[in-house]
C-alpha cells in the first residue's frame, strides 16, 4: 500500500506515488488496484495524469467497483462511475 499523506490534490509529486511506480516497473509487477479514482486525485487531469503514469510503467491500474445494484453510499456518490479518463 503506497499513501501521500499532506499532498494537494492538484500535486503531481508525489513521493508514495513515485515508490508505487517504482515497484510496479519490476518484472513481476501485474497491477495497482484503485478503489476509488479519486484515491489518485480528486482533480480530474492530476488523476488522468497519474493513471497515464502508472500505465506507462507496463503495469495495469485496476479499478475496484461496486457490483451492479449495490446503492452507493453517501460518502461515496460516485464510486460506480467511471470517468472518461479511465477508458
Known amino acids: 500500500m503506497f499513501i501521500d499523506q499532506g499532498v494537494g490534490p492538484d500535486s503531481v509529486v508525489r513521493p508514495g ?9 519490476l518484472p ?3 497491477a495497482a488496484v484503485v478503489i476509488d479514482t479519486r484515491h489518485l486525485s480528486l482533480d480530474t487531469q492530476v488523476a488522468a495524469l497519474l493513471a497515464q503514469q502508472v500505465r506507462s510503467t507496463g503495469a495495469r491500474l485496476v479499478l475496484v467497483r461496486k457490483p451492479r445494484g ?3 453510499s453517501a460518502t461515496t456518490p460516485n464510486d460506480c462511475v467511471v470517468p472518461q479518463w479511465w477508458q
Open 17 to 25: 506515488f513515485t515508490g508505487l511506480c517504482d515497484v510496479l516497473r
Open 70 to 72: 449495490e446503492t452507493a
Open 28 to 30: 513481476d509487477s501485474f
